[in-house]
């Protein structure tokens, strides 16, 4: 059983930068796509980031310019720079992925990001 896990998060000032990482314990390639949601209190699950194995990303427009996806292949992580971080960034952040074979979501457990000054 694959699993994702997540490192990263803690508290920064508006303004201010975090990185998290999500490394899995199978092949990430076997990911169509790979990234990141997060969740604020009282609020919907949204996305935030993914990237697919060709490298393609997609991004939420209110972290667009801000946030940054990449992926090492070789280490299984997918990694997400956050820069310039607003109060409203404060959510649990979970890594996700879509599996090809067979068709299928995993989630990591999740990580706290607070942007508080």
């Known amino acids: 059983q694959v699993r994702l896990v997540e490192s990263g998060g803690g508290v920064a000032q508006p303004g201010g930068s975090l990185t998290l990482s999500c490394t899995s314990t199978?092949?990430?390639?076997?990911?169509?796509?790979i990234g990141w949601f997060r969740q604020a209190p009282g609020k919907e699950r949204e996305l935030v980031a993914t990237?697919?194995?060709?490298?393609?990303?997609t991004y939420a427009d209110s972290v667009k310019d801000r946030f940054s996806i990449s992926r090492d292949n070789y280490s299984d992580r997918v990694t997400l720079q956050m820069i310039t971080l607003k109060p409203e960034d404060t959510a649990v952040y979970y890594c996700?992925?879509?599996?090809?074979?067979?068709?299928?979501?995993?989630w990591g457990q999740g990580t706290q990001v607070t942007v508080s000054s």
């Open positions: 199978g092949n990430i390639n076997e990911f169509i796509y």
């Open positions: 996700y992925g879509r599996f090809a074979m067979p068709p299928s979501d995993y």
């Open positions: 990237i697919t194995r060709g490298g393609s990303t």
